[in-house]
């Protein structure tokens, strides 16, 4: 069972292909540094902060889908994959609900 | 096949050997595969923790016996404290019974040979005892006092003490927790025996399957915590130490982020244990299944929501605040589900009052107390009041020993005779569950009236008129510690001299005690096929009572 799957995991991906997603996460890499440089938060606050993220966001989708073989895999490893992500963001919302609302509002003095 | 051919066929009259006689060299222990050989080092190297951790909690309540700081001085206690948590907490509380009672009992309980990675599995292990080696050398270097949680700045900036290598053995030993997690979910998903539906697993294995998703989900982000931590201290580089641009709230999110569910790491296990006691000694099927069942998965979800009301008076925003009590309030229906169900099982059921039925009920009322005074602390107004009071000591306590460790050792004797093939001696086991419960009880009360009167935690001194419950709370200790030390005496002398305890020596219809008592390597001499329900006492189950006895009598014999 496993070898079969190991077998169709090489049916898509081979040598040129690894290369090609490990270029592009270079690029991004290279993205994140020049994004840095510019000054994006003139536009809204944090906005340099949420393109570094964007584009680490980027990067980390095609490591689990190409390199971790998510995008062949069955539901259920797309069910854990996608719940990660889900608790992530839990993580990051109800951090951010605490950011966003503190010093402001009925309570704030 | 009918379930009686299933449960004879699955039985060996005469066992061939069994995992304990199958090698008996150092390597053979070292490099086995085997989940029980596994279990039992966990459950040697946990026992250690335990006990070094008592000790710590033994000269805390001796120092505080008196009002003045006199046994040791304040710098020290700091340490002493801090090392109590850390040792009880990390290396002990997370992996005692996923560890030691999930390794051996959960590919029993499903009709598995072994878990789905048994080599992960021992690599678990020794990544436990490389993260708890290190820690152990840096308690032994002189320690670190930053209290178990490493709040910053104080552990980033100002800490003098061994802040990096305990955070870097509690950092290694989080791929520990992660590993056996893994192990289990992906050993309930693919390795269950013919008929071993998902509704007709134990509660202990559902629990076991909750627990891990916690434990995937959360661990990693302790690490990577632990991991900033270091990389502040080291480079300066401004994450958390507001001082250099960072924010000490976010260390406070992202370390409760994973240790809030960590309590349900702790607890869930043991109310997987307490549902097999309730259930088995009331010889009676548990009432509403699915909703025990369901609850445990509901506790890990919404046990991840719930962190900030560890943070109500760290500068947190209000409206965070009202969001996570809210929330608090809400993870208590899933935790009193059980509670109900337990209870409705054990109406108008056959109980019976062996040592682990007495942990069993003693658990049902200190976890009630634990829960309860929880949502005292859950509520955003009276908690200003009681934060960093003894009052939020006892209610933990209440929870951690009162629940969880009192389910271990229920746990413990309830499969003592079939981890070791030995029974113990009940006088003993009894009169030590009884110690235990008074003893919990003398030593954590009074602490909630002392954390209302006022007094704060992780000081080394106090008021004079706060003495007497304080020394309530010592001899408590004393009681306890007694009671803790009976079993490790009791349960090792059984080892040599206890009577043999045949195959089933409850009369319970579980698959684990449907082989021999210690299982062979292979758990079970022909694949069991199962065609009963969990917890099922009619002879729809097969169970064999005249049988068993019958075959406990020739052993015994």
């Given at each position: 069972?496993?070898?079969?799957?190991?077998?169709?995991?090489?049916?898509?991906?081979?040598?040129?292909?690894?290369?090609?997603?490990?270029?592009?996460l270079?690029?991004?890499?290279?993205?994140?540094?020049?994004?840095?440089?510019?000054?994006?938060?003139?536009?809204?606050?944090g906005?340099?902060?949420?393109?570094?993220?964007?584009?680490?966001?980027?990067?980390?989708?095609?490591?689990?889908?190409?390199?971790?073989?998510?995008?062949?895999?069955?539901?259920?490893?797309w069910?854990?994959?996608?719940?990660?992500?889900?608790?992530?963001?839990?993580?990051?919302?109800?951090?951010?609900?605490?950011?966003?609302?503190?010093?402001?509002?009925?309570?704030?003095? | 096949?009918?379930?009686?051919?299933?449960?004879?066929?699955?039985?060996?009259?005469?066992p061939?050997?069994?995992?304990?006689?199958?090698?008996?060299?150092?390597?053979?222990?070292?490099?086995?595969?085997?989940?029980?050989?596994?279990?039992?080092?966990?459950?040697?190297?946990?026992?250690?923790?335990f006990?070094?951790?008592?000790?710590?909690?033994?000269?805390?309540?001796?120092?505080?016996?008196?009002?003045?700081?006199?046994?040791?001085?304040?710098?020290?206690?700091?340490?002493?404290?801090?090392?109590?948590?850390?040792?009880?907490i990390?290396?002990?509380?997370?992996?005692?019974?996923?560890?030691?009672?999930?390794?051996?009992?959960?590919?029993?309980?499903?009709?598995?040979?072994?878990?789905?990675?048994?080599?992960?599995?021992?690599?678990?292990?020794?990544?436990?005892?490389?993260?708890g080696?290190?820690?152990?050398?840096?308690?032994?270097?002189g320690?670190?006092?930053?209290?178990?949680?490493?709040?910053?700045?104080?552990?980033?900036?100002?800490?003098?003490?061994?802040v990096?290598f305990?955070?870097?053995?509690?950092?290694?030993?989080?791929?520990?927790?992660?590993?056996?997690g893994?192990?289990f979910?992906?050993?309930?998903?693919?390795?269950?025996?013919?008929?071993?539906?998902?509704?007709?697993?134990?509660?202990?294995?559902?629990?076991?399957?909750?627990?891990?998703?916690?434990?995937?989900?959360?661990?990693?982000?302790?690490a990577?915590?632990?991991?900033?931590?270091?990389?502040?201290?080291?480079?300066?580089?401004?994450?958390?130490?507001?001082?250099i641009g960072?924010?000490?709230?976010l260390?406070?999110?992202?370390?409760?982020?994973?240790?809030?569910?960590?309590?349900?790491?702790?607890?869930?296990?043991?109310?997987?244990?307490?549902?097999?006691?309730?259930?088995?000694?009331?010889?009676?099927?548990?009432?509403?299944?699915e909703?025990?069942?369901?609850?445990?998965?509901?506790?890990?979800?919404?046990?991840?929501?719930?962190?900030?009301?560890?943070?109500?008076?760290?500068?947190?925003?209000?409206?965070?605040?009202?969001?996570?009590?809210?929330?608090?309030?809400?993870?208590?229906?899933?935790?009193?589900?059980?509670?109900?169900?337990?209870?409705?099982?054990?109406?108008?059921?056959?109980?019976?009052?062996d040592?682990?039925?007495?942990y069993?009920?003693?658990?049902?009322?200190?976890?009630?107390?634990?829960?309860?005074?929880?949502?005292f602390?859950g509520?955003?107004?009276?908690t200003?009041?009681?934060?960093?009071?003894?009052?939020?000591v006892?209610?933990?306590?209440?929870?951690?020993?009162?629940?969880?460790?009192?389910?271990?050792?229920?746990?413990?004797?309830?499969?003592?005779?079939?981890?070791?093939?030995?029974?113990?001696?009940?006088?003993?086991?009894?009169?030590?569950?009884?110690?235990?419960?008074?003893g919990?009880?003398?030593?954590?009360?009074?602490?909630?009236?002392?954390?209302?009167?006022?007094?704060?935690?992780?000081?080394?001194a106090?008021?004079e008129?706060?003495?007497?419950l304080?020394?309530?709370?010592?001899?408590g200790?004393?009681?306890?510690?007694?009671?803790l030390?009976?079993?490790?005496?009791?349960?090792?002398?059984?080892?040599?001299?206890?009577?043999?305890?045949?195959?089933?020596?409850?009369?319970?219809?579980?698959?684990?005690?449907?082989?021999s008592s210690?299982?062979?390597?292979?758990?079970?001499?022909?694949?069991?096929?199962?065609?009963?329900?969990?917890?099922?006492?009619?002879?729809?189950?097969?169970?064999?009572?005249?049988g068993?006895?019958?075959?406990?009598?020739?052993?015994?014999?």
């Amino acid at each position: 069972m496993a070898d079969t799957h190991n077998e169709h995991d090489h049916e898509h991906m081979n040598i040129p292909k690894y290369i090609g997603i490990f270029m592009i996460l270079v690029v991004g890499t290279i993205a994140t540094y020049y994004a840095a440089t510019v000054d994006m938060d003139r536009f809204f606050p944090g906005a340099n902060t949420l393109v570094a993220l964007l584009i680490a966001f980027t990067k980390m989708t095609f490591v689990m889908l190409f390199f971790m073989h998510v995008y062949w895999s069955k539901r259920l490893i797309w069910l854990a994959a996608v719940g990660s992500f889900f608790w992530l963001a839990i993580m990051f919302a109800y951090t951010m609900q605490d950011y966003l609302t503190r010093g402001s509002g009925t309570f704030s003095g | 096949m009918n379930a009686q051919t299933a449960i004879t066929e699955g039985h060996a009259d005469t066992p061939k050997g069994n995992y304990l006689t199958n090698g008996s060299t150092l390597a053979s222990w070292l490099l086995t595969k085997d989940h029980k050989r596994i279990a039992i080092m966990y459950l040697i190297s946990v026992s250690v923790f335990f006990m070094m951790g008592g000790l710590y909690a033994a000269t805390i309540r001796l120092e505080l016996l008196t009002p003045a700081s006199d046994l040791v001085e304040t710098a020290t206690y700091n340490k002493v404290f801090t090392q109590h948590g850390i040792l009880m907490i990390f290396f002990f509380l997370i992996p005692s019974i996923p560890a030691i009672l999930g390794n051996f009992l959960l590919p029993l309980m499903i009709g598995a040979k072994d878990l789905a990675l048994p080599r992960i599995n021992l690599l678990s292990l020794y990544i436990y005892w490389l993260g708890g080696g290190l820690t152990l050398f840096a308690l032994m270097q002189g320690g670190v006092d930053t209290g178990w949680t490493f709040y910053t700045p104080y552990s980033t900036t100002f800490s003098n003490s061994f802040v990096m290598f305990v955070g870097l053995g509690i950092f290694i030993n989080g791929f520990s927790s992660i590993l056996t997690g893994l192990n289990f979910i992906v050993t309930i998903h693919t390795m269950r025996a013919p008929g071993m539906t998902w509704f007709r697993m134990p509660l202990f294995v559902w629990a076991h399957y909750a627990t891990s998703l916690v434990m995937i989900l959360g661990t990693p982000v302790v690490a990577i915590t632990v991991l900033l931590l270091a990389i502040e201290r080291a480079t300066h580089v401004g994450i958390f130490d507001p001082s250099i641009g960072g924010d000490p709230i976010l260390f406070q999110h992202m370390f409760w982020f994973y240790s809030h569910p960590a309590v349900y790491i702790m607890i869930l296990p043991g109310m997987g244990v307490i549902s097999e006691l309730i259930s088995n000694f009331s010889r009676k099927k548990v009432f509403g299944y699915e909703f025990i069942a369901f609850s445990s998965i509901a506790i890990a979800v919404f046990g991840f929501l719930v962190w900030g009301h560890h943070m109500f008076v760290s500068g947190q925003s209000i409206y965070a605040g009202m969001v996570f009590s809210f929330l608090t309030m809400v993870v208590a229906v899933p935790s009193a589900i059980k509670m109900f169900n337990w209870t409705a099982t054990l109406y108008k059921g056959s109980i019976s009052f062996d040592t682990p039925m007495l942990y069993a009920i003693g658990f049902m009322g200190l976890f009630l107390i634990g829960g309860l005074t929880g949502l005292f602390l859950g509520a955003i107004g009276l908690t200003v009041h009681l934060t960093d009071t003894y009052f939020v000591v006892a209610h933990f306590h209440y929870v951690m020993v009162g629940g969880q460790v009192i389910a271990y050792l229920g746990g413990i004797h309830y499969w003592w005779p079939k981890m070791t093939g030995r029974m113990y001696s009940e006088f003993w086991g009894k009169i030590s569950a009884m110690l235990v419960f008074v003893g919990f009880n003398l030593t954590f009360f009074p602490q909630f009236i002392l954390g209302y009167q006022g007094m704060p935690r992780r000081y080394a001194a106090y008021p004079e008129e706060l003495q007497v419950l304080n020394i309530f709370s010592t001899a408590g200790a004393s009681v306890l510690g007694i009671g803790l030390i009976m079993p490790a005496i009791y349960l090792t002398h059984s080892l040599i001299f206890g009577k043999k305890a045949g195959d089933n020596p409850w009369m319970h219809p579980g698959l684990e005690w449907r082989t021999s008592s210690p299982p062979p390597t292979e758990n079970f001499d022909v694949m069991p096929v199962v065609t009963w329900e969990a917890y099922e006492f009619g002879e729809e189950s097969g169970l064999d009572l005249e049988g068993a006895k019958r075959r406990d009598a020739a052993g015994v014999a």
